[in-house]
């Protein structure tokens, strides 16, 4: 069983985006997924319940409380987490821990990159202390294709040695699937087969 963790102490970054769109793959390949929602504001849980029946079945948890985590998830072939805000509680701490691969997404204003990049640096701080194994991917959400800065975000991201995994483009179908408690592989439709395209490397990465 894989815990796939998104976090970033950013707010707005995509952190539900992710998630809920990173669950619907993973349901939809045929794995057996719940979707854990670590985040205050219970937007994941939210989703959850906009959830047309008639789509694939992703089993909605609770994990606001610590005591909540770890419930039922034996059985599972993954949990997608919707991270804390904050790496200083230990919900936070222990969620990094039990992790096997955490997903920091950023966004191409290079207004969130140094908190990223400090954020990135705690999250490898805590798995020092904490001897986990996590693999960390770094993905650039809300990229414009006009714009040039996601060449600067990548670059200074790569130097610190947090080179980008993926980049998911800046589209309204997003917000579209969120209202729906839908996401962009619930369809097969050919229109957005390209914007599924670029979520390639990071479902090849948290594969087992
Ligand atoms: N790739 C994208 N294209 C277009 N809109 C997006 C994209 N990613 C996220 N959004 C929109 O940006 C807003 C913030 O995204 P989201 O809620 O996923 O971020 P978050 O990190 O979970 O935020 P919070 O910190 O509030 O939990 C939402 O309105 C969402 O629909
Ligand atoms: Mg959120």
Not at 36 to 55: H, N, T, V
Not at 112 to 133: N, Y
Not at 168 to 180: M, Q
Request: hydrophobic content about 45%; overall charge positive; some cysteine.
């Amino acid at each position: 069983m894989r815990k796939i963790l998104v976090v970033n102490s950013k707010g707005g970054c995509g952190k539900t985006t992710v998630a809920t769109n990173l669950a619907v793959a993973l349901a939809m390949r045929g794995e057996d997924v719940a979707l854990a929602d670590a985040d205050r504001q219970k937007s994941s849980l939210s989703w959850a319940k906009r959830r047309p029946k008639s789509l694939v079945r992703i089993e909605a948890l609770n994990w606001t409380k610590e005591e909540a985590i770890g419930d039922k998830d034996k059985a599972l072939d993954a949990i997608v987490i919707d991270g804390p805000g904050g790496l200083r509680s230990e919900l936070a701490k222990t969620l990094i821990a039990e992790a096997s691969d955490i997903i920091v997404p950023v966004l191409a204003s290079a207004f969130d990159w140094d908190a990223t990049l400090k954020f990135l640096d705690g999250i490898s701080d805590v798995k020092r202390v904490r001897k986990g194994k996590a693999d960390i991917h770094v993905v650039a959400n809300r990229i414009n294709r006009r714009s040039t800065q996601v060449a600067d975000l990548e670059k200074t991201f790569a130097k610190k040695g947090y080179p980008l995994l993926a980049r998911i483009s800046d589209r309204v179908l997003y917000a579209r699937h969120a209202a729906a408690g839908s996401g962009i592989f619930d369809y097969q439709d050919t229109r957005a087969h390209e914007i599924r395209g670029q979520w390639h490397p990071l479902l090849q990465a948290v594969d087992v």
